[in-house]
């Protein structure tokens, strides 16, 4: 098999667009495919549309050379030997995942095969969508020895997706057949073994030629499961320390200590150990849902699953409360809010807690001004300026004679602004931290009434008042 492969990612969102450059990066022939011709054509041009690192430098290298971009499914399935689906599988009202557009690219795919092709899930997707994506081909008319169906999970965070894509803890290939197999370790070769990062000029991470990721040939049905089980590990990771936040806030215990000291443990870890107002994005709400939904269909009690999310929902009311405490009446109140992307170093909004949060406050009859670094074009969709709700041009300003200041999102840049600066501005020095990113003996001694989640209540001494 030839090192160069010839690929074609049907689907040009956060994960589709990702692994196109980055399939590129690797030195394959990649077509990306969308049914938006406007997207196309910004793709076309070098408009990377969305906010991750690394991304516009790879687009730019690549497009219109070994990454192109078009709206024909048809042209791309003929030439390629690897098909990736890479589409939206949003949350239906029940909660399961809506896989009618996985569906819609398989029939479409199936009406172009003419030779053999290797089709590969990588949108998220429950248990058992490998075997409806070859029924939908079988129907179509293809005979089964034409094409292999793989799942081959993506595991990006968003902010950091082509580095976490390049230099990936593990590749996952769920694969019923050898062929497949070969076809799919062949992609990745240039990672696995180690080739890709001799090379100059290679977007940096932590492996290396003698130190590369490593790949897990598992069944498609494992591969499908990884994912999903992955996703709603994390999640309730989080939710478990915010739960910890709580008892912590009870008790005047400091979480931050607590979660370091779980965190040392090395069976634990400290990541996804750090306490807020809730996660949010596009994968997790989704795909707890999905996992716990596929879990009631095959008759297993999963109640767990249903917990994290109800802490999850109760972390944004406790917040609120919070800055109700905080404030004594919200009705009225004029607040600076940084931060409305679901997490930091991304313009992401998608189910963003930040974004419930400012929902919320505006309901209480709040005014607020608000800022976040990128994804201010995107809530301001979502939520149009107005009498009560306008976008600042930076943090100092958001704060610009508000009652209160809240952090409800944990952009890097945020935990270097200026205390002193950020006090000044403000109406009262009243700082409602989501996102800990203080610590509260500094926040106090800039002259804050500081409150963060799961730790004690800091506040000016006299002399710093004065």
């Known amino acids: 098999m030839s090192s160069t492969i010839e690929i074609a990612v049907v689907g040009s969102g956060y994960v589709g667009l990702v692994a196109a450059v980055c399939f590129a990066e690797m030195g394959h022939q990649v077509t990306c495919v969308d049914n938006d011709p406007r997207k196309v054509a910004a793709l076309q041009g070098g408009d990377s549309l969305i ?125 019923d057949s050898e062929r497949a197999a070969e076809v799919l370790k062949a992609i990745y070769a240039p990672l696995t073994d180690g080739s890709y990062y001799d090379q100059q000029g290679i977007i940096p991470g932590r492996f290396s030629s003698s130190e590369p990721p490593p790949l897990l040939l598992t069944s ?25 936040a709580n008892l912590c806030e009870a008790t005047d215990a400091n979480v931050q200590q607590v979660a370091q ?37 095959m008759g297993v009690d999963f109640a767990l699953l249903t917990e994290v999310e109800k802490i999850n929902a109760t972390q944004r009311k406790r917040f609120l409360s919070k800055v109700r405490s905080a404030l004594w009446t919200l009705r009225g109140k004029r607040l600076g809010v940084l931060g409305l992307a679901f997490k930091g170093d991304t313009d992401d909004i998608r189910d963003s807690p930040a974004i419930e949060m400012v929902k919320m406050l505006l309901g209480e009859g709040c005014s607020i001004n608000a800022f976040d670094p990128a994804g201010m074009e995107r809530s301001e969709a979502v939520l149009p300026a107005g009498d009560k709700l306008k976008y600042a041009a930076d943090a100092y300003a958001a704060a610009e004679d508000a009652d209160a200041l809240l952090i409800l999102t944990d952009w890097p840049e945020f935990a270097t602004l200026n205390l002193g600066k950020l006090r000044t501005a403000l109406r009262y020095p009243i700082l409602v931290d989501g996102r800990n990113m203080f610590e509260p003996a500094v926040a106090a001694q800039a002259g804050f009434n500081y409150y963060s989640v799961g730790r004690p209540a800091a506040h000016p001494t006299r002399d710093e008042v004065a």
């Open 51 to 175: 906010h991750e690192e690394h991304l516009p430098e790879l687009l730019q290298r690549y497009r219109n050379g070994r990454v192109t971009f078009t709206t024909n499914l048809g042209e791309a399935t003929a030439k390629a030997q690897a098909i990736f689906i890479a589409v939206g599988t949003p949350q239906s009202d029940t909660g399961h995942a809506d896989l009618s557009y996985v569906e819609a690219v398989a029939c479409e795919i199936a009406r172009h095969l003419d030779n053999y092709k290797v089709i590969v899930e990588k949108s998220t997707v429950p248990v058992y969508t490998n075997e409806w994506i070859r029924r939908s081909i079988e129907r179509n008319g293809v005979d089964r020895k034409m094409f292999d169906v793989v799942s081959n999970p993506e595991f990006l965070r968003e902010g950091s997706a082509v580095s976490d894509f390049l230099h990936p803890d593990r590749i996952v290939v769920g694969a």
């Open 220 to 244: 498609t049905k494992s591969a499908e499961i990884i994912k999903h089980a992955s996703n709603a590990f994390l999640a309730l990771k989080i939710s478990f320390i915010n739960a910890v």
């Open 261 to 297: 000291g779980m965190g040392l443990d090395s069976r634990i870890g400290p990541k996804f150990l750090r306490p807020g107002i809730g996660y949010g994005g596009s994968c997790f709400p989704k795909d707890v849902a999905a996992f716990r939904s596929v879990a009631d269909q």
